[in-house]
């Protein structure tokens, strides 16, 4: 059974959109990839202030678009906002925990690998630039993620 939708889930809906937009530049470069539909039909590019109401969370009556989502997880060359929302559908804390396992262990292991080499990368020319904070952050919560599963499966009886 997947939880119910609360106010935890809108806040962290505004704040990964955030990192998403993070990830391409700020809402200036946002705003020019992200469209919108003009009043004769054309694809226009919003406005940075838009785009800021898309992320704020004292604006909750606002939200992305999965267009416009997905243009900026193609421009950020990763999946942001999208996995986090996928994860919350997948492991909600409300689905039965099975036995610790290989592929487990595996799978944190294999989170933390991604997280040094994202680190490596973005320390390597001395310069860490929104988009490698932005992936950093992103791997951070799949190991988060992925310890909270393992950590479930070891403190089974």
């Not at 200036?28 to 992320?55: F, H, T, W």
């Not at 900026?72 to 409300?94: C, F, H, N, Y």
Request: glycine letters at 8%; aromatic letters at 4%; proline letters at 4%.
């Amino acid at each position: 059974m997947i939880a119910p939708f609360t106010d935890i889930d809108a806040r962290g809906t505004k704040t990964m959109t955030g990192e998403l937009v993070s990830a391409v530049g700020g809402t200036a470069a946002a705003a020019q990839i992200m469209k919108r539909l003009n009043e004769r039909g054309e694809l226009v590019d919003l406005s940075p202030a838009r785009v800021s109401g898309y992320c704020t969370i004292s604006d909750m009556g606002r939200f992305i678009s999965a267009p416009n989502m997905l243009r900026l997880e193609i421009a950020a060359g990763q999946p942001i906002l999208s996995k986090w929302m996928g994860d919350r559908l997948v492991r909600d804390g409300t689905t039965p925990v099975t036995a610790l396992c290989h592929q487990g262990a595996y799978r944190f292991r294999r989170a933390m690998r991604d997280l040094e080499a994202e680190v490596d990368d973005a320390l390597a020319d001395g310069t860490v630039t929104s988009a490698e904070r932005a992936a950093m952050r992103a791997d951070i919560l799949e190991v988060e993620r992925e310890l909270a599963i393992l950590k479930a499966k070891v403190d089974q009886p």
